[in-house]
């Protein structure tokens, strides 16, 4: 039978507040932790907690894991609570083999009862996570590996307290939950590839049901909810201003009035924009407003910077606006789509490139008139895109703002 690591973390995307930046945690999951095992260390089963089978046993797997697993890797950047609590239970189970990762703008924030224990640093990233670094990763963690395998002490129960006993479970009873765990027809991570396939798809209809599934049996995770709500959105069963209604009724259990979550703050956004654009309803739009400048005020994001200056320009069809306000708000939107094209610009010097970049910076020149530069990321936007729904998007988008802008 082979060894056990348990890999303690988050899933899918996550905000991190204190650099008001959000974070991909699967991209440490699959790109680090997930290679170096599937090619350094083959004796390991490896097993993250979506990764576990049905449920009603995840939480009898995972304190079973946490007990008999041979390695465990806490990865508790965003001070996940759920991360950072399995750790303390890892901790008062095992004094050994325990390893804990996290970004290094995280570290000043770290719990007294970890601050003298090894840690795992790596470098800040967001939802792009470069090849170089995943290596450097990579090759720290392998030193972390090799060292846990010495069984020395790392948890601070059993240093302080080295005559404590640990607790057990009979090997056999541990072999069957195991078993029973690590059927993989239904999992966390297997609905969720699911579902973002579909999507890619442009089948938001079916993915509906299955992040419907999800949210039954993970209803507190922000990432699904978030997730629920833009499907529900894009399949517009059975109408589009029922399934718009239905999507924020999902969001709203999200607070987004009050959040500072750049994802829930820009769905709560397209939303409000969606209905503006179905019902022609201009309160509507004041609210997909509200939610795009607290974002881009919250972070110079590029979407939520984007569509706040693309609300702005659709404010200016308001039936009774001032000729002076429409300048005004034709000035606000020009200003942003500079600020968002030196963004941009940087941005891709040092990060991977997602292709809604170059969408954004077609939509941008365009708008301040550089049309050369405008067709330049529009053709780099349209041989990346995955799916039909982003062109059309995208094409709907620019056409709204082409009727919104002074003809030359």
């Known amino acids: 039978m082979k060894k056990t690591c348990f890999v303690v973390m988050g899933f899918g995307k996550k905000m991190d ?25 083959k004796d390991y089963q490896l097993i993250r907690a979506d990764e576990i089978s049905g449920s009603e046993i995840i939480d009898i797997s995972m304190y079973s894991l946490l007990i008999k ?3 465990v890797i806490a990865d508790i ?34 719990p007294f009862d970890l601050s003298h224990n090894r840690i795992l640093t790596y470098d800040d990233y967001g939802e792009y996570l470069d090849e170089d670094e995943a290596a450097n990763i990579r090759k720290l963690l392998k030193e972390f590996v090799r060292a846990s395998q010495e069984n020395k002490t790392d948890s601070p129960l059993y240093t302080y307290l080295p005559n404590v006993t640990p607790p057990s479970l009979d090997d056999s009873d541990y072999e069957k939950i195991l078993e029973k765990a690590l059927h993989k027809e239904q999992t966390i991570f297997n609905y969720i590839e699911q579902a973002n396939s579909l999507k890619k798809q442009n089948n938001f209809e079916d993915s509906v049901e299955i992040w419907n599934k999800l949210h039954d049996a993970i209803p507190n995770n922000d990432y699904v909810t978030q ?26 259990t999200l607070a987004p009035n009050t959040s500072l979550d750049l994802e829930t703050l820009g769905i709560t956004g397209a939303i409000y924009k969606r209905l503006y654009k179905v019902n022609n309803n201009f309160d509507y739009l004041e609210e997909a407003i509200k939610m795009y400048q607290r974002g881009y005020t919250i972070r110079n994001d590029y979407y939520t910077g984007e569509n706040y200056a693309n609300c702005l320009l659709f404010k200016t069809k ?21 600020e968002i094209i ?67």
């Not at 970049?357 to 995955?386: C, P, Q, R, W």
């Open 227 to 252: 997730q629920l709500a833009f499907a529900i959105y894009k399949a517009k069963k059975p109408n589009e201003t029922i399934a718009l209604q239905k999507a924020l009724e999902v969001i709203m």
């Open 69 to 71: 697993s041979d390695l």
């Open 17 to 41: 507040y204190r650099n008001s930046k959000e974070i991909d945690l699967d991209l440490i999951y699959k790109q680090v932790i997930k290679r170096l095992f599937d090619s350094d260390f």
């Open 342 to 408: 030196d963004l941009l610009l940087t941005e891709i010097k040092k990060s991977e490139i997602d292709y809604w970049m170059y969408a954004t910076l077609s939509t941008s020149y365009y708008v301040i008139g550089d049309n050369e530069n405008h067709k330049k990321y529009e053709k780099l936007f349209l041989t990346h895109l995955s799916a039909n729904w982003e062109k059309e998007t995208y094409f709907e988008n620019l056409d709204l703002i082409k009727s919104c802008l002074p003809s030359e």
């Open 318 to 338: 308001k039936e009774g606006i001032s000729a002076e306000e429409t300048i005004y708000l034709q000035f606000s939107s020009k200003k942003i789509y500079s």
């Open 77 to 110: 950047t965003t001070s996940n609570e759920n991360a950072l609590y399995e750790l303390g239970i890892r901790h008062a189970l095992k004094p050994f083999s325990t390893i804990i990762m996290m970004q290094k703008s995280d570290k000043g924030s770290i």
